[in-house]
């Protein structure tokens, strides 16, 4: 498809460089496992505002993470079906969610379907907790950025995979 024969609107000269990724989800390799049954996708992080964007994919029928969020999420549900422990509502395919601060939560994959796949924006860190509601860690975007450079250096690949990705 060719753009329209018009004049290019210039940006703002301070204006970031924009991501433009094909996330690939069907690509195995593009998949970095962080727990049994769990995997996820980078697809940007922001290090000035501590957020991040991450595609996140579980199978299995059971508990994905359990953790409290200091600031908002939001998600969109590709595939598969999951919910809360603390909420009645099942995400389904096309499922948006908006999720406020202070929302505490355990995600569970949804036996009819048996797996997940949504798109989460974490606005800030995840708090983990027991299954008390007590911290026992925590993840924000500088431990996820570690984690991923360190995961995809070891993979064809690289760190450049992940590093494209910071703005
Ligand atoms: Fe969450």
Not at 17 to 41: C, F, G, K, P, Y
Not at 59 to 79: A, F, K, M, N, Q
Not at 132 to 137: A, E, R
Request: charge should be negative; aromatic fraction near 12%; charged fraction near 25%.
């Amino acid at each position: 498809m060719n753009a329209p024969d018009m004049m290019a609107i210039p940006l703002p000269s301070d204006a970031a460089a924009e991501i433009v990724e094909d996330a690939n989800l069907d690509d195995e390799s593009v998949w970095m496992q962080t727990a049994e049954n769990v995997w996820l996708r980078p697809l940007f992080f922001n290090v000035l505002q501590g957020m991040w964007v991450n595609a996140v994919r579980a199978r299995g029928d059971g508990i994905v993470s359990r953790h409290r969020h200091p600031s908002p999420v939001t998600g969109y549900t590709l595939d598969g079906s999951w919910g809360y422990v603390e909420h009645d509502w099942i995400a389904r395919p096309g499922t948006f969610i908006y999720e406020p601060a202070g929302e505490t939560h355990t995600l569970y994959c949804k036996g009819d379907a048996g797996h997940m796949t949504t798109i989460f924006h974490n606005f800030g860190p995840l708090l983990y907790v027991d299954e008390h509601g007590n911290q026992t860690d925590y993840e924000d975007v500088f431990t996820r950025l570690e984690k991923c450079k360190d995961y995809y250096r070891s993979t064809p690949l690289g760190e450049e995979f992940v590093t494209r990705l910071i703005r």
